[in-house]
């Protein structure tokens, strides 16, 4: 599961500028959840020192929830009798 989780992570930053390149406005974190990485697991990966560090550094995983809106995709004008069809 931490590894699904962990593997498709990206920056905050850069997922909520996707969102905003695939035409989506008014767009707000509406939750933002710390996802705790036990510390058994760390350790597999990770100093103490350095899970230390982690630890104090302020970063780390966050689930979100995002808000953001679609505007209607506005049709062309129709031309004529079975342009539009």
Known sequence: MYAGCVAGAIQQSEYLQLIKNNGFTDITVQKSKPIAIPGDILSRYLSQEEISAF?????????????????????????????CS
């Open 55 to 83: 630890e104090q550094s302020g970063t780390g995983i966050y689930s979100i929830t995002v808000f953001a809106v679609k505007p209607a995709v506005q049709k062309a004008a129709c031309c004529g009798p079975n342009c």
